[in-house]
Structures are given as structure tokens and as C-alpha cells.
């Protein structure tokens, strides 16, 4: 969900608040249904495919990221496929994201045999359940930002609005548990400007995960103990908010950026961060794609990262198209980035001559 800063306001800075106690709880166990049920979540997907550039079909990579296809989602079956804010990816190609309403969708990818993203299949639409077992009732609730897979399988999501981290086990076929809470930053955040970013990083434990709000701060949790702050991943400049992010390659973090003023519309920059524990003035990019100008953009969210084709890294970006508002779309976009090979040793100077 865009937020003020979508419409170039200034945000509100957090006071810092003191947080401690136990270590939390963790969901209760997942509970399956004692029958069959009658209707389930499936859902049928309209997949339409989306250039890199419409303007310039010859068009096929951004710097070192090639274009490695997209898509535009929508289904006729539910007017709830709307507001996706992140996703992760599961086993067989599969993927999960959350949305603005409180539900959460899955799907598997489809991809050709060159790795290409084609298509969508096997779309499901859920609500996700309160700590009453219930489905979340509004923006109030159900507004879900963040969404992150733990080493054990458990899911982490954020909210804002209401600003919270729950914690949902995960049953063998699928089902989420009933919630239960986990650390967040003992901050004040603005209403509609919360835990966008949300990653899990084993690098820093097993429980470990970062937190990140819009105005670039981020936070080492624990499900062991509270968030400390870390160095911030700022954005360029006050009209931009950081969005997404999520771990990689041990300590490395990608981040998602997105901006929008009326005259540029949207735009996104991920940038490749080989420590983001380092102080902030000596973290520089190791890689960073910039969607503009004539190139296919909307309000990206959401960011994943997988094994992409001969060694690459490839990288999925989701939109939220803020119920349709302003002609946005739900897309899926996937670039693939292979590191610059090293640069050759510097010859080795010969040696010098002995004066007589």
C-alpha cells in the first residue's frame, strides 16, 4: 500500500521505545478440517504477458539485468486478487504473497524451457486467520506488508495500520496456523507507513529476520529476544520509500525501492547490498536495477530471489496495484543478473636492476 509518501508528503519520524520480555510464543499447531470442504480457495488466473519496454520491443536487459519476462495478473473469479505487498518463493517453483485486504495467495510459476516467466497456475486465495482462528476484518487488520519464510518453515508477515508481526506455522498440506506474536521495532510508525520490508537472515541465527520501515530503517529481530536497530538502507531522496527487501548468499541483502510523483509516475530501484551490518557510509551497491522512463513500472512491493539460468541470480518483483486505482496493475517481473567476471591480476612489475 503506497502511503503518504506516494503523494510526496513528508513522513513522520518514529520516537524510539523502550521493548523487552520473553521470548514469544510460538503458533499454535495447525488444525485441518475434520471433512472435505465444498469450496476451497481456487481461483482461475488471466495471465497477460508485458514487454520490458513497449516503446522498444528490441529492448531485452536494464545494465546487467536481462529481461527474463513478466506478466500481468488478474482473475474473473474474485474481485479480492488486488494489493499484493510481497512474496516469497516455496518448493516446485512455487510462490506466496500477502495482500492489503489480510488475505494471502499462492500460486506456482510458470516458466519455459529456457527459465523464461510465462505464466501463472494454480492460483488460491485465502484469508488469514486472527488469533481467534477468524478471517482479519479491514484495513485496520488485515493490512499485510511484510512476508518472510523462516528455516523452519514458519511465516512471518507485518502489518501496518495496526503495527504488528505475527508468526504462523505451516501444515503439511499447506494450511496456516492461528498467529502468534513475534518481535517487532519498539517504534511509533505513521499509519499508512509501517514494516514494509521484511526478510528472514539466517546469517544472524535461525530465529533471525530484519525488519525495515518505508523511511529506510531497519532492525535485527529475534524470536529469542527484541529488534536492535542496524544501519538504514536510506532511499535517494524523500519521494522514494523503501518497499521490499530480502536476504541472500549468506549476509547479502537485496533492496526494493519504489517512488511516484504525478509527472514520472512510478519507479523502483533494487540495489544488492553485500552487508547491510556494515555503517551505512561505507555500504555501496554491488549491483542496482532502475525502472523508468519508457520501461514497464508500477508500485513494485514486493521482491524474491532464486537460482536463475548458467549461474544467474534472478530476481521476481511484484506490484500492488492499490485496488486498480490510477490504471495499476498486479505484475510479476523477472530479471536475471550474472556478476561482472573479475577483473585479471595486475602484471607483476619486473624486477629492478641492481645499481653497480
Not at 510508525?189 to 533471525?208: C, R, S, V
Amino acid at each position: 500500500m503506497i502511503g503518504l509518501r506516494g503523494l510526496l508528503a513528508l513522513g513522520l519520524a518514529g520516537g524510539m521505545l523502550a521493548q523487552c520480555g520473553p521470548k514469544p510464543a510460538p503458533p499454535p499447531p495447525v488444525v485441518t478440517p475434520a471433512a472435505p470442504v465444498k469450496v476451497g480457495p481456487e481461483i482461475g488466473l488471466t495471465v497477460t504477458p508485458v514487454p520490458l519496454n513497449a516503446s522498444n520491443p528490441n529492448q531485452t536487459a536494464v545494465g546487467n539485468f536481462v529481461y527474463a519476462g513478466g506478466i500481468a495478473i488478474t482473475s474473473a473469479d474474485t474481485s479480492r486478487l488486488h494489493g499484493l505487498s510481497d512474496l516469497i518463493l516455496t518448493e516446485g517453483n512455487g510462490v506466496e504473497a500477502v495482500s492489503d485486504d489480510g488475505d494471502r495467495f499462492s500460486a506456482r510459476l510458470q516458466l519455459d524451457a529456457a527459465g523464461r516467466l510465462i505464466g501463472l497456475t494454480d492460483g488460491k486465495l485465502s484469508p488469514l486467520l486472527g488469533v481467534d482462528g477468524q478471517g482479519l476484518r479491514g484495513k485496520t487488520e488485515g493490512d499485510a506488508e511484510g512476508l518472510a519464510r523462516l528455516a523452519n518453515g514458519e511465516r512471518l508477515v507485518s502489518f501496518e495500520r495496526d503495527h504488528r508481526i505475527w508468526r504462523y506455522a505451516v501444515g503439511p498440506t499447506g494450511l496456516w496456523s492461528r498467529p502468534a506474536v513475534a518481535p517487532k521495532p519498539a517504534t511509533v510508525f505513521p499509519d499508512n507507513e509501517g514494516m514494509e520490508a521484511l526478510t528472514a537472515y539466517p546469517a544472524a541465527g535461525p530465529d533471525a529476520y530484519l525488519v525495515g520501515g518505508e523511511e529506510g530503517e531497519v532492525w535485527l529481530c529475534r524470536l529469542s529476544s527484541s529488534c536492535q536497530p542496524i544501519p538504514p538502507q536510506s532511499p535517494i531522496d524523500f519521494t522514494w520509500g523503501l518497499s521490499g527487501f530480502t536476504a541472500f548468499g549468506g549476509k547479502a541483502l537485496a533492496t526494493l525501492h519504489r517512488a511516484y510523483d504525478p509527472v514520472r509516475g512510478w519507479r523502483a530501484q533494487v540495489r544488492f547490498i553485500a552487508d547491510p551490518m556494515t555503517p551505512a557510509n561505507k555500504q555501496y551497491p554491488l549491483a542496482s536495477l532502475t525502472l523508468e522512463g519508457a520501461l514497464t513500472r508500477d508500485n513494485f512491493e514486493g521482491i524474491a530471489l532464486a537460482a536463475g539460468p548458467n549461474g544467474a541470480t534472478r530476481v521476481y518483483l511484484l506490484s500492488d496495484d492499490n485496488g486498480g486505482e490510477m490504471n495499476q496493475r498486479t505484475l510479476l517481473l523477472a530479471f536475471d543478473w550474472t556478476p561482472p567476471p573479475p577483473a585479471p591480476p595486475a602484471p607483476t612489475p619486473p624486477p629492478r636492476k641492481k645499481r653497480r
